[in-house]
């Protein structure tokens, strides 16, 4: 039988996490969040927190996406490649930009790619380099690869600076923290510190 869910951030109702969700906070940057229909239910999962968390954000799911974009965003795809530049170069730009966000496991979010020729045509854009996750929890593929959750926030942290988008990082951190309490703290050492 399962727990009931909150039916907002998608939790079980004893660990909600929709009080340390921010209220809507704006960005100029619409965030598309194109998650992977394995990834939904994960229970981990950060994609929802940061949609949830920004007015000018959409979630969907699938594998297969329509692109609905009129026209009137220039759009870019948030995914490291040789042909990405860094998230910098696009600067401060007048006219506010579409970032489309991948979700999912590396090989899921290339996925998404592979199965959206409309989506793999569009420019990449790559984060800074050395960036450290603070996702505990999942094991990291390479160096400076991030939750969803926390590209979204460094993305936006460099596109719209000086504004700043930590606050969505609120119920990501209580998300991690109450899972290794579930699980105990020997368990936690046992099975993911050396993943840090």
């Given at each position: 039988?399962?727990?009931?869910?909150?039916?907002?951030?998608?939790?079980?109702?004893?660990?909600?996490?929709?009080?340390?969700?921010?209220?809507?906070?704006?960005?100029?940057?619409?965030?598309l969040?194109?998650?992977?229909?394995?990834?939904?239910?994960?229970?981990?999962?950060?994609?929802?927190?940061?949609?949830?968390?920004?007015?000018?954000?959409?979630?969907?799911?699938?594998?297969?996406?329509?692109d609905?974009?009129?026209?009137?965003l220039?759009?870019?795809?948030?995914?490291?490649?040789?042909?990405?530049?860094?998230?910098?170069?696009?600067?401060?730009?007048?006219?506010?930009?579409r970032?489309?966000?991948?979700?999912?496991?590396?090989?899921?979010?290339?996925?998404?790619?592979?199965?959206?020729?409309?989506?793999?045509?569009l420019?990449?854009?790559?984060?800074?380099?050395?960036?450290?996750s603070?996702?505990?929890?999942?094991?990291?593929?390479?160096?400076?690869?991030?939750?969803?959750?926390?590209?979204?926030?460094?993305?936006?942290?460099?596109?719209?600076?000086?504004?700043?988008?930590d606050?969505?990082?609120?119920?990501?951190?209580?998300?991690?923290?109450?899972?290794?309490?579930?699980?105990?703290?020997?368990?936690?050492?046992?099975?993911?510190?050396?993943?840090?």
């Open positions: 039988m399962s727990r009931p869910r909150c039916s907002r951030c998608q939790r079980p109702i004893s660990r909600c996490l929709c009080a340390l969700i921010p209220a809507a906070l704006d960005s100029r940057t619409h965030i969040i194109l998650q992977h229909t394995s990834e939904a239910g994960h229970a981990l999962n950060t994609a929802r927190l940061a949609a949830l968390g920004l007015r000018n954000a959409t979630l969907q799911v699938g594998e297969y996406f329509e609905d974009c009129d026209g009137a220039q759009s870019y795809v948030l995914f490291p490649g040789d042909d990405a530049v860094p998230v910098g170069r696009l600067g401060c730009s007048e006219t506010p930009i970032l489309i966000v991948p979700d999912g496991t590396w090989r899921k979010a290339r996925k998404i790619l592979h199965l959206n020729p409309w989506l793999a045509a420019p990449r854009v790559a984060l800074p380099e050395g960036l450290t603070r996702y505990r929890l999942r094991k990291a593929p390479m160096p400076g690869a991030l939750s969803t959750i926390e590209a979204i926030v460094t993305a936006l942290d460099v596109l719209e600076a000086p504004s700043q988008f606050a969505l990082l609120r119920p990501f951190e209580a998300l991690i923290e109450g899972q290794i309490n579930a699980m105990g703290e020997e368990v936690y050492r046992r099975n993911h510190a050396d993943r840090q």
